[in-house]
């Protein structure tokens, strides 16, 4: 699924478009133990709990694609009678309407996550009729043809209110509050099918995580039956032990500049594209001699790569890139300029030492002071205009 898909979905979830017709729930202890179960009617709810379950699908389905939205796809083995996928095709044909396979399918996820403290499952079907679009791409709600029915979970962690002191109206005095477990917003869910080319594709599923650094290996593989694809943070480790091992002990500073530009520039043009970039093996490879690493330095790449990152993986662009930053470490100081700054940035050898030159205006500031800056003496102004 692409930005422009999700975001379709996404807006389903408000009172005025909702498609949802079922809704059912489970609540867990840190036990993993179940303490309540419930299914029902979605549009039966009191308003204010409707507004209250929107937000959470709504941000079940939000933040990166590639860093907190994962496109995965079904191994052919879990399409089969018994497999993960053909369990969800047959929740999804229930509409949640037979509580056996509901209560099995809250069961697998219990025995599956790992999180220390009570939660909520919720697992909702909706039907979405699907509006055909004009050659102009608006929309045409008589001219649907498409039914995407899907179910979508959430979980939810489920945490004690902070102890405190609150007003009573009644009595008219400050008193202990009474601490209550309040639903928090969504850790991890996914959605089934996917939603590929404004149709169902029921070989993929759209996975989400708060925490991209937590993709919950062991739910990932019995729920959904998938291999945990690389997280965003793995990524780009994996992208900086290519480019090290590419460029061995000469890793030149002008050569590593050339990448964090070429590679931020692929990502600006790319990002009116819906679809996030991919950077596949020839793709990474391509990026680094187009970046000044030499042609010997690549020989053994391809095997690097399939080591580091895996067989048939691609890397996204925007987990190995930093647009916004552009950070040198040395010796315990710390220099951090702009991308457009870059240039003024530049490696010298003064005095026998390697070092980093910053040029610098008459604007310096120290800790928020204003400081004169350096002035050039008489004779460096001979020597810089005998040099010119």
């Known amino acids: ?58 941000r079940t389905l939000s933040g990166t694609l590639g860093k907190n939205m994962l496109n995965m796809e079904f191994p052919r083995e879990q399409e089969a009678p018994g497999g993960t996928q053909h369990f969800l095709m047959q929740l999804r044909e229930s509409r949640l309407e037979d509580e056996t396979l509901v209560s099995e399918f809250f069961d697998q996820v219990i025995s599956s996550y790992s999180y220390p403290e009570n939660y909520l499952i919720l697992l909702i079907y909706a039907a979405y009729d699907v509006p055909g679009k004009s050659t102009d791409s608006l929309e045409m709600f008589d001219a649907s043809d498409t039914v995407y029915s899907h179910i979508l979970c959430s979980i939810c962690p489920v945490n004690l209110t902070k102890p405190g002191l609150c007003y009573n109206a009644d009595s008219n005095a400050l008193q202990n509050r009474i601490r209550d477990w309040v639903v928090d917003n969504p850790m991890n869910g996914f959605l089934f099918p996917a939603f590929n080319d404004r149709n169902t594709d029921i070989h993929g599923v759209l996975y989400y995580t708060a925490k991209p650094e937590e993709l919950q290996d062991d739910f990932i593989e019995k729920i959904l039956g998938s291999v945990t694809p690389l997280s965003a943070g793995t990524q780009k480790e994996t992208f900086h032990e290519l480019v090290e091992t590419a460029l061995g002990e000469n890793c030149d500073y002008e050569v590593l500049k050339t990448i964090h530009e070429n590679l931020n520039e692929m990502v600006e043009n790319n990002k009116e594209n819906p679809d996030p970039l991919e950077l596949s093996q020839p793709d990474v490879r391509r990026l680094l001699e187009t970046s000044g690493v030499p042609e010997e330095n690549l020989t053994n790449f391809d095997e690097h790569f399939r080591r580091a990152a895996g067989e048939n993986t691609s890397l996204l662009a925007s987990n190995i890139s930093e647009p916004r930053k552009f950070q040198i470490e040395s010796s315990g100081i710390t220099i951090k300029a702009a991308p457009e700054y870059i240039d003024l940035i530049e490696t010298r050898i003064i005095d026998g030492r390697p070092c980093l030159v910053i040029a610098v205006d008459d604007h310096v500031e120290l800790n928020g002071v204003m400081v004169r800056t350096l002035s050039m003496s008489e004779q460096d102004r001979d020597n810089r205009d005998s040099n010119e």
């Open 1 to 58: 699924m692409n930005k422009k898909e999700i975001l379709e979905i996404r807006r389903q979830f408000k009172e005025s478009k909702s498609t949802i017709s079922r809704i059912c729930c489970c609540y867990v202890n840190h036990e993993k133990e179940k303490i309540m179960e419930s299914s029902g009617m979605f549009l039966t709810l009191p308003e204010e709990e409707l507004f209250k379950y929107f937000d959470i699908f709504r």
